[in-house]
């Protein structure tokens, strides 16, 4: 089993950064693909980023650019830099895991998730 918690969420102002993080507990997930998912009040909860175990990344156009998930193997900790924050990025932001290599978008190829962390966007 893979526990996951998120910290570094908050309130932020449209334009402005915040660093989620997402530590893991368990088992080691270095050879796990991690996946970040965000879900805002009334709506389907949607893909944001995810990076596999040789460091490769993807991304929703809605975020690149603006958004960078990154991964300390070290630490058992992957990261969601958010930079020029939008309102519309306002939501509850979830980290998960799966123990594949590939990449994947959709939540349900997720095994493990976390209780998730709220971002706040104001205009």
């Known amino acids: 089993q893979v526990q996951l918690v998120e910290s570094g969420g908050g309130l932020v102002q449209a334009g402005g950064s915040l660093r989620l993080s997402c530590a893991a507990s368990?088992?080691?997930?270095?050879?796990?693909?991690m996946g970040w998912f965000r879900q805002a009040p009334g709506k389907e909860r949607d893909f944001v980023a995810a990076?596999?175990?040789?460091?490769?990344?993807y991304y929703a156009d809605s975020v690149k650019g603006r958004l960078t998930i990154s991964r300390d193997n070290a630490k058992n900790t992957v990261y969601l830099q958010m930079n020029s924050l939008k309102p519309e990025d306002t939501a509850v932001y979830y980290c998960?895991?799966?123990?594949?290599?590939?990449?994947?978008?959709?939540?349900?190829?997720?095994?493990?998730w976390g209780q998730g962390t709220q971002v706040t966007v104001s205009s």
């Open positions: 998960a895991a799966d123990a594949d290599w590939r990449i994947w978008t959709m939540g349900r190829e997720y095994d493990y």
């Open positions: 368990g088992r080691t997930i270095s050879n796990y693909v």
């Open positions: 990076i596999n175990w040789s460091g490769a990344t």
